[in-house]
């Protein structure tokens, strides 16, 4: 009954399994298991563990071995974590999802499947190995939930110094209404990029590096690590900011009660210099003890809240009504609900830019995701929440303090209503409470009242002290985290390596990856700034920073919402794509009127660090929005492209080239590149006659094309047999007008001692290109074209079918398998071919014999816009009778000049149609005696004849005599080769066109090699589609 029960399981989750007396035996499989999991340990008996844990059961499960396999079983795997995870699970191994290729494959194809799990469970026989022994779990790192580690941290954050100083002034100027107005669209703008964020972090797992981690991950490591590096700076100088700001109030409190170190600005240096020390110990302890410190903090700010609410209701008394509290007043709430603009500053956008810092600090705990326990709950919530909470309070503190403090006053006790010599003229809200301050208020002398005052809370609180111990608290904690986040943002940064010499910061220590080296750079740049003592220049620049931060992060949001990817599925739904856009139009309006100066210099720098990125490129791969919006970018265009008509102006010679791996055939990797980089399509066309090793070896090939700086696509294909495989690259290439239209390859030298159907093969690729209606081009070089194999100068081995000489490949999920492919594709990227090299002023020599459309003056003409071509002379080879050698050459002038080509040297060939040289003819007969096909007229004709057609590579007598004078004129046409252009830079001739059924493959090949052969310079034979790519009109 167990056995039976354990069997349906297994069944329910599309798992076959065969019973072998009382025990249930689950296939195996093997999935290529990194080094990684195994400790860089790759020994055999690693991969031999026959024991698995079965999902939901405590029982092991044997598997079977593979003599005892039945061909009913399946090797399937139910859903599991462990196929989407990229890091291992503490206690066990890590669990492997089956290829597709180990499931469909034959059992003996691979007698031994690797297992998709693996783990060593306690009690288990077969543990003898040392190597196998689970490891004990690391220490679990101090971890945060989203109040302690998000909401009170961005809390401490946002409220600072402007919240006890520059509130109630603010308020005085702008009045309680538009204090509101300006606090709320502060709280908007914050609001909507706390969305975005929540959005960022809930799509998919958020690791260390906060707001860089963020951005980068979403917009990509170009506009990423820029923000990353000015953002991780900008925390680093705002350390310094709150700390001269805590070491001023400490100043203040020290002068008035007569204690002075030095000067006024020396002292402040001593103790910010102090303080700063103290808090880089703090966050050095360790995250806890920072926590601590933060709790500790925030709980002082607290009391001083409750302390000034106190005081609001408390009865006021004389001294205080004489600064201008009156407790609450509705008179006071109405005057004061009216703006009173004064000075310079005295302005709507004036206060906002005062105000608009006081309300950063939203990505306080983003900074520290890699500390939290579930970022993508607790960066949402933590965020908002804070949000909400400061936001609040800012209201409550406009209003209650707008409601019982007037906005000017003496202080003096003498200034009572009863001691004025008239009550007509007494001026302000304070008149109805018995005061009279109409002197200071004409003579523009108050001292007192919230648009003179700057410590109104403290003279309102319950107990001043408390309010100096919150502004303590604040500039502490505010300093505290921002040296928290500064190393942590930097740390992220240099573990990429997107810029260079700052990998050494990013070392980790201890359970908690401790950034002790980002912190005492963070250190060394608080301390620099913290003996200027005036920050004053400094602080709208770190504000800029932030908004470029916040813009980019709703940026981010916006832009991966508009791709439309996949990819993109954030669990916080509750977001806006267009609000997002909003805000961060919206950010980037407000660093200009806070500052534009300082916004010029942060996007000045973004731009720089930008454009650095841009020109390394460097190796990752994220998954951006950016990459999804090339991708739709692409897609929409190449769709777009289909609605256009093609034109003959707009010509471009779009190339398959029948490169194998590109790396094995440089040279004709570089030719073609030098007339498509920046002007057309090229594709590297590969075709596997064996296997599909071409599948694993893709991406090196496509990194190889990188690295060599060549603009082209790769394309591989496996078929029977290459002609085959070339005839679907040549239909299936491409995408919608974005398609090859003409064929390059090499030339096939060593074709008189390969097997006559590898030759007919290879002209049977020329004729399929010509059926098509592709262009074609055969390169041949004195050097062969093949690099990856040392005794083959062919274009491809798959022309012979033999790979004895092929290289061996061992590859993940398939078994041995052969394939040509560069024995080291490294060692050949630094071979340098004849086409990288600077041609000086040789000449190009064209020999425009036949028609062809123009693809013979256009190849050559697109090679000299290359500046590695550009001095070269190109002369155009023409023929023509002795009689009209002057008429001709002139016609052909008119022509190329109508064609606006630029060539001005044109020569015709008179004796091009001489008989050539006897002794070039009798190599030619010899060259195709080997291939004759021997009859006998009388009787063996009809043999002959049925032997032609059933081997169409043999040569006969008759097409021998049929094809003579081509074939004479190939051999002479090779004569005035040598005696012209012997040192030429290159070679360019119109390729003849052997008629099919009339002149045979080998014949054919023959014409081909007499035509090219002997010659120093390397030669491109063209043949156009006989349709027009030149023109001489304008539509």
């Not at 028609?851 to 013979?856: E, R």
Request: hydrophobic share 40%; proline share 5%.
């Amino acid at each position: 009954m167990q056995i039976h029960t354990k069997i349906e399981y297994l069944f329910a989750f599309g798992m076959e399994v065969q019973v072998i007396g009382d025990s249930i035996h689950l296939s195996t499989y093997r999935s290529r298991i990194p080094q990684s999991v195994t400790n860089g340990k790759t020994t055999p008996a690693e991969y031999e563990s026959d024991f698995y844990h079965l999902y939901g059961d405590t029982s092991p499960v044997v598997s079977c071995a593979p003599d005892i396999q039945s061909h009913y079983e399946t090797l399937d795997a139910p859903p599991n974590s462990d196929f989407y995870a990229n890091t291992e699970v503490c206690g066990r191994r890590k669990r492997f999802r089956p290829s597709l290729y180990q499931l469909y494959a034959k059992p003996e194809d691979d007698p031994q499947p690797p297992m998709y799990q693996e783990t060593t469970p306690d009690g288990m026989e077969g543990e003898s190995s040392e190597d196998e022994e689970q490891k004990e779990p690391l220490p679990e790192p101090t971890r945060f939930g989203w109040v302690h580690g998000v909401m009170i941290r961005c809390m401490l954050n946002i409220w600072g110094v402007i919240l006890y100083l520059r509130l109630p002034w603010i308020t005085a100027q702008a009045g309680i209404g538009l204090t509101w107005v300006i606090i709320l669209l502060s709280s908007c703008i914050t609001g909507i990029t706390g969305l975005s964020t929540s959005a960022i972090a809930t799509n998919g797992k958020v690791k260390g590096g906060g707001t860089y981690f963020l951005i980068s991950r979403s917009l990509g490591p170009e506009l990423g690590g820029s923000i990353g590096l000015i953002f991780a700076f900008a925390n680093a100088v705002a350390v310094a900011m709150h700390t001269v700001g805590f070491a001023e109030t400490v100043v203040d409190v020290m002068h008035e009660n007569g204690a002075v170190m030095v000067n006024r600005i020396n002292d402040i240096r001593i103790i910010g210099v102090i303080t700063v020390t103290c808090l880089l110990g703090v966050s050095m302890a360790g995250m806890a003890w920072e926590s601590k410190a933060q709790v500790l903090f925030f709980l002082v700010i607290m009391v001083s809240f409750t302390s000034y609410i106190v005081g609001t209701i408390i009865p006021a008394s004389p001294q205080k009504q004489a600064k201008g509290f009156f407790s609450y007043k509705a008179d006071i709430f109405a005057k004061n609900f009216v703006p009173d603009w004064r000075g310079q500053e005295g302005s709507f956008f004036g206060m906002f830019s005062i105000f608009f810092p006081s309300a950063t600090g939203i990505l306080a705990g983003a900074n520290i995701s890699g500390d939290l326990k579930d970022p993508t709950v607790a960066i949402p919530r933590g965020t908002l929440m804070a949000i909400f909470w400061t936001t609040l309070s800012y209201l409550i503190i406009s209003a209650t303090i707008g409601s019982c403090v007037v906005r000017d006053a003496s202080g003096l006790l003498n200034d009572t209503l009863f001691s004025s010599s008239s009550n007509k003229n007494c001026v302000g809200t304070a008149c109805q409470y018995g005061w009279d301050f109409t002197d200071c208020i004409n003579n523009n002398t108050c001292i007192f009242g919230i648009s003179n005052y700057y410590q109104s809370m403290s003279m309102v609180s319950a107990f001043a002290p408390l309010i100096t111990a919150g502004i303590f608290g604040a500039t502490l904690s505010s300093a505290l985290a921002c040296l928290v986040s500064a190393p942590k943002v930097f740390q992220c940064l240099c573990k990429d390596k997107l810029y260079p010499l700052i990998g050494f910061f990013g070392k980790g220590y201890g359970k908690n990856d401790e950034a002790l080296r980002s912190y005492l750079l963070a250190f060394v740049i608080a301390v620099c700034f913290i003996l200027i003592a005036e920050l004053n220049t400094i602080a709208p620049i770190i504000s800029n920073f932030f908004l470029c931060s916040y813009c980019l992060i709703n940026f981010s949001c916006f832009h991966a919402s508009i791709t439309n990817s996949p990819g993109w599925r954030p669990s916080f739904r509750f977001y806006n794509k267009w609000l997002s856009l909003l805000c961060a139009v919206c950010c980037l309006v407000i660093m200009f009127l806070l500052t534009w100066w300082a916004a010029l210099i942060a996007f000045g720098v973004v731009l720089l660090l930008l454009g650095y990125t841009l020109y390394k490129r460097p190796a990752v791969n994220w998954g951006s929005s950016v990459q999804a919006s090339s991708y739709n970018i692409a897609l929409n265009q190449c769709i777009s492209l289909n609605q256009v008509e093609d034109h003959v102006k707009n010509y471009r010679p779009q190339c398959l080239v029948l490169t194998g791996p590109p790396s094995s055939r440089p040279a004709l990797v570089d030719l073609v590149s030098c007339f498509t980089k920046n002007l057309s399509l090229m594709m590297c066309g590969h075709v596997v006659t064996n296997d599909l090793s071409a599948l694993v070896q893709s991406e090196s090939h496509i990194s190889w094309l990188k690295q060599r700086k060549v603009k082209s696509f790769y394309k591989h294909v496996v078929a029977a047999d290459l002609r085959s495989g070339v005839n679907m690259l040549l239909q299936g290439s491409g995408l919608g007008r974005m398609r090859p239209n003409v064929l390059l390859m090499g030339f096939k030298t060593d074709w008189h001692n390969a097997s006559p159907q590898a030759a007919h093969s290879y002209i049977g690729i020329l004729q399929d290109a010509f059926d098509l209606q592709y262009g074609v081009c055969v390169l041949r070089t004195r050097e062969r074209l093949d690099v990856s194999h040392p005794y083959q100068s062919y274009a491809n081995p798959g022309f012979d079918g033999e790979l004895q000489n092929m290289t061996t490949v061992r590859t993940s999920g398939l078994n041995n398998i052969t394939s040509a492919v560069p024995i080291d594709p490294e060692a050949q990227l630094s071979q340098t071919t004849l086409f990288q090299k600077k041609q000086g002023k040789k000449t190009i020599d064209v020999y425009w014999l036949s028609d062809d459309g123009g693809l013979t003056l256009l190849l050559p003409y697109l090679l000299t816009r290359r500046k590695r071509w550009a001095k070269c002379k190109v002369r155009v080879f023409v023929g023509g009778d002795n009689s009209k050698n002057n008429e001709r050459r002139q016609e052909v002038m008119t022509l190329i000049k109508k064609f606006r080509l630029g060539f001005h040297d044109v020569e015709v060939l008179p004796d091009l149609f001489h008989k050539p040289q006897p002794g070039n003819i009798h190599q030619f007969e010899n060259m195709m005696s080997s291939f004759k096909l021997d009859t006998n007229p009388k009787t063996e004709s009809d043999s002959g004849s049925s032997r032609a057609q059933e081997e169409p590579w043999w040569i006969t007598d008759q097409d021998l005599e049929r094809n003579r004078a081509k074939s004479f004129r190939q051999i002479r046409l090779n004569e005035i080769l040598q005696d012209y252009s012997r040192e030429a830079a290159l070679i360019v001739i119109t390729m003849p066109v052997g008629r099919r059924g009339v002149c045979p493959s080998i014949l054919y090949l023959a014409w081909l090699e007499l035509l090219s052969r002997d010659l120093s310079s390397p030669v491109l034979l063209v043949r156009g589609n006989q349709e027009n790519v030149l023109t001489f009109y304008c539509q």
